[in-house]
């Protein structure tokens, strides 16, 4: 046991103590009843200045703001939503379904002019006579006028002329801030989006992963800059757009396609061929250019020789859809015609399937069929997040693949590997 | 980061600190402020400056329980002993960092306002990181004992210079308001802050003494110490008092009265560290390093001014004093840190005397962060030459002074 000494302290007694609480008690007291008016203190107005000033400096980006998202409303209201109908154009292959999203519309576009419109290819979903929902509410027909392969944009002529004044454009340019319209017409609200870079006529955007394909870009002051084409993508408006109406006022032909990949040649190849061609990687079974197999070398294009990938490209869209026409290949040493019937390039666009991370070497509808031991009628709905489209597997490809098909009214969920 | 995540990251980053300390033999202190200076708004960002105002009441809190454990050492009995001459040595050493940073700062042609104002920020000695290197290295003797009496009186008396020469400023650079008026609250202000607020400490001190009987528990004894340390801390706030007189009266009246002080101290000791570690965080956190470039002419000046006036004035005071050879020799070391104090005080001064605030800012801060890092590494150094403290093991090359 420890004995601890205690100190005498210096505040010993309750009367002590209680006369000293009293007397502090009455100090706060007096202090406080005591207290001068809290009159402009030295320098009260330089306090109070800066602080006016920096909530001035913080209200005027604000008002800005606002300024803008007026301006942009204005070209936003020129947006449009479109509706495929898919059974007027009968598709390449009867497999190839759209995936069918009846609450949303298929894809945006904007009106440009008195009765022209513009969208991308993907939102058509091979639709050349889609339907357009306008600002206004009214429902008008429309038909493809011009393709532009290259961006992906179409301009469409509507049966109900809709705007008087015509929309603006402006060439992009990376970094731009530009506002994606969402929703349509008065309802439409515009979000931020950042151009990150140019390519030809395409543009990748940053901070714009779930744009349904055709969403208008506006800049901040409400002209227009750009199209979303629905993967992170976009075409770019201001240089296209006089391409097309061109394309337009020479004639009714639309780009053209054999739904086939074509690859520039290797060294080996190109050496033994002598002048450089493009060959064949992959040709869709059901497509136009069926005939035509992985490995062949397109040597001539319509009885024309073509030497680089770029030109068998731009003849083979050159052609005429639904007019037999003549290619030259190599194939196995020997040179051989091969007769095809080209259709519209815009029959081959599909929209990527939103929000699933769309990818881009993904198989072809009859090859995940047959993967996924599903009768050839069925129709594939989607692969590895991506609605089927004319795009090559990727050679050596060996991941396992999801495949979802509707064979007679029921849906097939099948992981394959291609 | 959100608050409760930073207060987490904090405590996880002090704890570590306090191992690496350890490891070079360096105050505590000095890690939980180099941590806070890595993941303040300096450096990585991991506490952002918005963090650093919602914790700031933590601060005060942990500043309130500091000053509270510095005055619950002004026992009458104990303060007879070294109080006189802690107060001739803190009378002496405020007033040289006073008159020499004041002189210097003059010559330097800063206007008399900014000059002032400085110098009575020159006078403050940290009592904060003071005590916690007093507390790691377990120190005891006289010049331990002189020291913590010496703070809490350097404390009180840069507090009153503080607002006489605030009610001088007032007074003299008015705006042209009625001089009675404005003597009024000069004069109302300095009473208010220093009499009323020990008044206020003398209350909440006669409460725990009433009440410190039932609270017996440790866990009853530190609610009632923190609970009275936040009310004096929130209530002083609230009605424009000091806290740090306030709760500094309170530590006093509590060791004066009752005799359960030391039981409700040893209870808060064991609330403390996490606290402390976090008071120490975040002022690092909010030292300003990329201040330390705008020192200027006038900055390196106040520097070293103010030591020299700290170190001569305590050297004077005890020249003819009766004390041991190391008191005399070592006491100034102890008194070159400066935090939290005259952090508060420029922030009055930002809010008092805007005119002056860009060049007395600019200085003290970065003054500040000089002496808070070279503060404990001095104190510290001290303590071992001293002999005084006690938990550090002493290698050969650091044997205690033998002159005395």
């Known amino acids: ?418 | 980061m959100n608050e409760i995540l930073s207060v987490g990251l904090i405590l996880l980053c002090a704890l570590l600190a306090g191992h690496v300390t350890q490891l070079l033999r360096i105050p505590e202190v000095t890690g939980y402020l180099l941590v806070g200076v890595a993941i303040g708004p300096s450096a990585f960002d991991l506490i952002s400056h918005e963090n650093l105002r919602t914790l700031g009441f933590l601060s005060e809190v942990a500043l309130g329980l500091i000053l509270f454990s510095i005055g619950s050492n002004f026992e009458a009995a104990r303060f007879r002993a070294v109080g006189r001459g802690a107060v001739r040595v803190a009378l002496y050493e405020t007033s040289g960092a006073f008159l020499l940073v004041l002189l210097g700062l003059l010559l330097l042609s800063r206007p008399l306002a900014v000059a002032l104002l400085l110098a009575v920020i020159a006078m403050e000695t940290a009592p904060a990181t003071t005590l916690m290197v007093l507390h790691e290295y377990d120190a005891k003797g006289p010049l331990t004992d002189r020291l913590l009496a010496l703070i809490a009186i350097n404390n009180m008396i840069v507090l009153l210079a503080f607002g006489g020469i605030s009610a001088f400023l007032t007074l003299f650079g008015g705006a042209g308001e009625e001089l009675l008026l404005q003597g009024y609250r000069a004069l109302h202000g300095l009473l208010w802050t220093t009499v009323g607020s020990v008044a206020l400490g003398i209350v909440m001190g006669l409460l725990v003494d009433s009440w410190a009987a039932r609270a017996k528990e440790s866990g009853e004894a530190m609610m009632l110490a923190m609970g009275v340390v936040l009310i004096t801390v929130g209530a002083s706030r609230a009605l424009g008092l000091s806290p740090l007189f306030a709760t500094l009266a309170l530590g006093a009246t509590v060791a004066n009265t009752s005799h359960h002080g030391s039981g409700l101290l040893k209870a808060l000791g064991q609330a403390d560290p996490p606290l402390y570690a976090a008071f120490f965080v975040l002022a690092g956190a909010e030292l300003q390093f990329e201040s330390v470039g705008a020192l200027g002419v006038a900055g390196l000046a106040y520097v070293v001014l103010r030591v020299v006036g700290k170190l001569a004035g305590a050297r004077i005071a005890l020249r003819d004093e009766d004390v041991p050879e190391t008191v005399r020799r070592y006491l100034g070391l102890c008194l070159v840190s400066s935090s939290s104090l005259a952090v508060g005080l420029t922030i009055q001064v930002r809010s008092s005397f805007p005119e002056a605030a860009a060049p007395v800012t600019a200085v003290a801060l970065a003054a500040v962060l000089v002496f808070e890092m070279a503060g404990p590494l001095l104190t510290r150094l001290a303590l071992v030459r001293s002999g005084e403290a006690q938990t550090e093991p002493r290698p050969f090359e650091e044997l205690p002074d033998q002159a005395t």
Do not use: N
Request: with cysteine; net charge positive.
């Open chain 1, 1 to 418: 046991m420890t004995l601890t000494f205690v100190e005498p302290k210096l505040l010993r007694g309750l009367r002590t103590k209680l006369g000293l609480l009293v007397a502090c008690l009455a100090i706060l007291l007096l202090g406080a009843l005591s207290r001068p008016p809290a009159a402009p203190r030295p320098g009260a107005a330089e306090k109070v200045a800066p602080i006016l000033e920096a909530r001035a400096e913080r209200e005027e980006p604000l008002r800005l703001l606002e300024g803008l998202r007026q301006r942009g409303q204005r070209g936003a209201a020129a947006s449009f939503a479109l509706q495929v109908s898919r059974a007027r154009t009968p598709l390449v292959g009867a497999d190839y379904g759209p995936v069918t999203r009846p609450q949303a519309p298929a894809g945006r576009g904007v009106v440009v002019e008195d009765s022209f419109g513009l969208t991308v290819a993907s939102a058509l979903e091979g639709s050349l006579e889609p339907r357009v929902t306008l600002a206004s509410g009214s429902v008008s027909p429309a038909r493809v006028r011009a393709h532009d392969v290259d961006s992906g944009l179409v301009l469409l002529l509507l049966a109900a002329p809709s705007m008087s004044a015509p929309l603006s454009t402006r060439r992009a340019a990376p970094g731009d801030l530009v506002l994606a319209a969402f929703g349509e017409g008065e309802h439409a609200t515009l979000r931020p989006v950042f151009v990150a870079a140019i390519d030809g006529r395409r543009v990748s955007l940053s901070g714009a992963s779930a744009l349904v394909p055709g969403t208008p870009l506006f800049d901040l002051d409400g002209k227009l800059l750009a199209l979303a084409t629905g993967d992170r993508e976009a075409a770019l408006a201001a240089p296209t757009l006089e391409a097309l109406k061109t394309q337009a006022d020479a004639g009714p032909a639309l780009p053209s396609t054999l739904g086939l990949s074509l690859q520039e040649p290797d060294e080996g190849l190109r050496a033994r061929l002598g002048a450089g061609a493009a060959v064949v990687v992959y040709s869709d079974p059901e497509g136009p250019g069926k005939s035509l197999t992985a490995g062949d070398v397109l040597l001539g294009v319509g009885g024309q020789r073509v030497v680089l990938l770029d030109e068998a490209q731009r003849r083979i869209a050159g052609l005429e859809a639904g007019r037999e026409a003549r290619l030259t290949v190599r194939r196995g040493g020997r040179e051989l015609e091969v007769r095809v019937t080209p259709v519209p390039a815009l029959a081959y666009a599909r929209q990527p399937v939103r929000g699933a991370g769309a990818r881009a070497d993904t198989l072809f509808a009859p090859e995940a069929l047959a993967a996924a031991a599903l009768p050839g009628h069925a129709r594939v709905l989607l692969i590895e997040g991506r609605a089927p489209g004319p795009r090559p597997p990727r050679p050596g490809r060996s991941a396992w693949l999801l495949v979802e098909a509707e064979l007679q009214g029921e849906r097939f969920l099948a992981a394959v590997r291609p």
